[in-house]
């Protein structure tokens, strides 16, 4: 039986895991666009330089998982296109190409593995007294300006966000707001309208609604809000972000053959994270492993109960949410939430490598 996984962040890597050690006559094909797996809750740490967020792919899969570098242009009737001509041929797919960052011209994007190296580079290059500007006030967005402001203390970050840590609750966003402070973080709450080139001492000059410019050495664009179109394009129903339309067992509503999961699938009240993307992965190799098997797929279902951000190594804050992400008063930050985060981030790489929930 062949089967492709397009792919291979935290939800294609534990698919393919868990499908070649579910269902044993699977030959199992993953497509990713790099060699690596990429760790993307740890790309604010690449960019700071703090720690490196790639291991080959070849460490995360199982003996007999098949690796195919390249992009797929299309997928759909049984086959899966490939950029370089190559066609390879299917009897289940599942569709795992995350999420992306479509940033304003002039700046960097920090939510892809590119922009992340390219920022790495360039904020490594920069000399004291530089300034860096992080575009977006959610999670990424925080995690980056506050790593970057621990890790480089000679460099001015400022964090600009229509309402920055807003997602969370009044007291959480305070707490969150404190903490960049005492990394020395300005923060912006505005809505970047341009990104020109400077024409004097710094690169750039990041225009803002209000009318203020800013002047900048580096600016980082940390807003994921976007699916890669290769389901659009494929003919798969799409919602208007561009994610798959599912059914309730994570199959695509236009070809049962093709599961979604992870953030390019239209999974209700499922947002853009590892958290979301495992859990799916899970329950759609299971789904098809009972399928082979000749038995009824679940329906998919999945409770939500925190989020979390870092503000550097040493400070971080845990959000309490209810079953469906809609956010609690309760919070906690400093030394538990730090460990909380970080056993967090571990396990989802232990669980992508291993096919199953490490908790």
């Given at each position: 039986?062949?089967?492709?996984?397009?792919?291979?962040?935290?939800?294609?890597?534990?698919?393919?895991?868990?499908?070649?050690?579910?269902?044993?006559?699977?030959?199992?094909?993953?497509?990713?666009?790099?060699?690596?797996?990429?760790?993307?809750?740890?790309?604010?740490?690449?960019?700071?330089?703090?720690?490196?967020?790639?291991?080959?792919?070849?460490?995360?899969?199982?003996?007999?998982?098949?690796?195919?570098?390249?992009?797929?242009?299309?997928?759909?009737?049984?086959?899966?296109?490939?950029?370089?001509?190559?066609?390879?041929?299917?009897?289940?797919?599942?569709?795992?190409?995350?999420?992306?960052?479509?940033?304003?011209?002039?700046?960097?994007?920090?939510?892809?593995?590119?922009?992340?190296?390219?920022?790495?580079?360039?904020?490594?290059?920069?000399?004291?007294?530089?300034?860096?500007?992080?575009?977006?006030?959610?999670?990424?967005?925080?995690?980056?300006?506050?790593?970057?402001?621990?890790?480089?203390?000679?460099?001015?970050?400022?964090?600009?966000?229509?309402?920055?840590?807003?997602?969370?609750?009044?007291?959480?966003?305070?707490?969150?707001?404190?903490?960049?402070?005492?990394?020395?973080?300005?923060?912006?709450?505005?809505?970047?309208?341009?990104?020109?080139?400077?024409?004097?001492?710094?690169?750039?000059?990041?225009?803002?609604?209000?009318?203020?410019?800013?002047?900048?050495?580096?600016?980082?664009?940390?807003?994921?809000?976007?699916?890669?179109?290769l389901a659009a394009l494929s003919g798969l129903?799409?919602?208007?972000?561009?994610?798959?339309?599912?059914?309730?067992?994570?199959?695509?509503?236009?070809?049962?053959?093709?599961?979604?999961?992870?953030?390019?699938?239209?999974?209700?009240?499922?947002?853009?994270?590892?958290?979301?993307?495992?859990?799916?992965?899970?329950?759609?190799?299971?789904?098809?492993?009972?399928?082979?098997?000749?038995?009824?797929?679940?329906?998919?279902?999945?409770?939500?109960?925190?989020?979390?951000?870092?503000?550097?190594?040493?400070?971080?804050?845990?959000?309490?949410?209810?079953?469906?992400?809609?956010?609690?008063?309760?919070?906690?930050?400093?030394?538990?939430?730090?460990?909380?985060?970080?056993?967090?981030?571990?396990?989802?790489?232990?669980?992508?490598?291993?096919?199953?929930?490490?908790?």
């Amino acid at each position: 039986m062949r089967i492709v996984v397009v792919g291979s962040g935290y939800a294609g890597t534990l698919v393919a895991n868990r499908v070649a050690k579910k269902v044993e006559d699977a030959e199992v094909t993953v497509i990713n666009p790099r060699p690596d797996f990429v760790e993307r809750v740890r790309l604010h740490q690449q960019i700071a330089g703090t720690r490196s967020a790639a291991t080959p792919l070849v460490d995360m899969l199982r003996d007999g998982i098949t690796v195919r570098v390249g992009s797929v242009e299309k997928i759909g009737d049984g086959t899966v296109a490939l950029a370089d001509g190559e066609r390879i041929d299917f009897d289940h797919a599942f569709l795992a190409v995350g999420s992306t960052v479509a940033p304003m011209p002039g700046a960097v994007a920090v939510g892809t593995w590119e922009g992340a190296q390219q920022a790495r580079t360039a904020l490594a290059a920069l000399p004291a007294g530089s300034q860096v500007a992080v575009i977006g006030g959610g999670p990424t967005g925080i995690e980056t300006a506050a790593e970057i402001a621990e890790a480089r203390p000679d460099v001015r970050v400022r964090l600009i966000g229509s309402s920055v840590a807003g997602g969370l609750s009044e007291g959480a966003s305070r707490r969150v707001r404190a903490g960049l402070e005492r990394l020395t973080v300005d923060i912006i709450d505005d809505d970047v309208v341009e990104i020109v080139a400077g024409t004097g001492e710094f690169d750039d000059v990041v225009r803002l609604r209000s009318g203020w410019d800013l002047s900048s050495d580096l600016t980082l664009w940390a807003i994921v809000a976007d699916v890669p179109p290769l389901a659009a394009l494929s003919g798969l129903a799409v919602d208007a972000r561009g994610r798959v339309i599912v059914d309730e067992f994570l199959r695509s509503v236009g070809d049962e053959r093709i599961f979604a999961v992870g953030d390019c699938a239209a999974v209700p009240g499922a947002r853009f994270a590892c958290y979301t993307a495992l859990p799916q992965a899970i329950h759609a190799a299971d789904n098809f492993a009972r399928l082979v098997r000749g038995r009824k797929p679940k329906p998919h279902s999945f409770p939500y109960w925190a989020r979390g951000v870092c503000l550097g190594r040493k400070d971080a804050v845990t959000q309490l949410t209810h079953a469906d992400d809609t956010v609690r008063e309760a919070f906690f930050g400093g030394r538990a939430a730090v460990v909380l985060k970080e056993m967090a981030s571990s396990s989802a790489f232990s669980s992508a490598r291993a096919g199953r929930s490490a908790l």
